[in-house]
């Protein structure tokens, strides 16, 4: 692989402008299509020689001898890493996909499917989102309901409204007046507490409180080793629908990258780092994955640190308006943050 060397500011702009070129075209861009466009201070032939210094570099390809040249995995990542400045979705795009969450109803699900449309919509782009899921499971409510004879129902509410049912046998039989008592006892006693301060509290405790106050520690640690819920995914015919997939095989793939979910919970792993709000841009898999690398994903993390987060981002082709497409990934995981703020931690 080429060694990266230092681009001069008019390496540089080429670059830039080749790549947005491309991206609007799909086509290889030549260097008198640069210059007449652009009113570029350069004549086509020295274009061309910048050019062909770029492709030297690994930054750009020529398809064939006589066509023009199209980027690089690699310049695509200088293009995002050196040269894409900070950008924000025009107000008007702001204002309206606003207006949709807050029409919204007060309901997660609710929320991760249209962070889905709104940004499969807007980015014509798949998307995909994850709900979002405390990094431990916190105790907030606890009822006890006499069902039939000695069963009961045990009805755990975690905070963010996930919610555990288990039936228990009693050795005997006991009114609903004293279940309904030791229910808010361990409620009042077990607020904000996670499996482990539960367990603890449980240690001190005898007979049926003890019971129920350890399968309440059970119930929680179970659940902070379940891995993040469904991934719900948007707009998967506006990846096909993109010149680069006519190819079957590579259409194929990406239906596959949406359904497999053990590549895409390793890819939110290692992509995203565990702090809310940076976006990650992946191109051609990084090397790492094999199975993107006709493709790009930016992904942010959502939510609000120490009570729940999740992820959004879109899977694209790599000529994929990348600074449009960030600020977009931005601005909704943004939303979706304040809405879980508002939900969990407020």
Known sequence: MPIMRSLSHRQESILALLIHEFTETAEPVGSKRLVQKYQLDASPATVRGEMVELTEAGLLHQPHTSAGRVPTEAGYRYFV???LGDTELPADER??????FHQARAEVDEWVRLAASVL???????????APRPALAVFKHLELIATQGRQVLLVLVLQGGDVRQQILTLAEVVDQAYLSQLANQITQSCASMKAAGVSAHAEGLSGLAHEVT???????ARADTVSAGMIHHDGLANVLNQPEFANTE????ALRLLEQRSLLDEVLAKALSPAVGGIQVVIGGEGAWDELKDYSMVLARYG???YATGAL???GPTRMPYGRTISAVRYVAGLMSDLVIETFAG
């Open 95 to 100: 204002r309206m996909i606003r207006h949709q």
């Open 120 to 130: 499969a919509h807007h980015l014509r782009v798949a998307s995909l989102v994850t």
């Open 250 to 253: 590579i259409a194929r793939n």
């Open 214 to 220: 350890q399968l309440v520690s059970l119930l929680m």
């Open 313 to 315: 981002g879109v899977l």
């Open 81 to 83: 890493r050196r040269l």
């Open 304 to 306: 609000a640190p120490g």
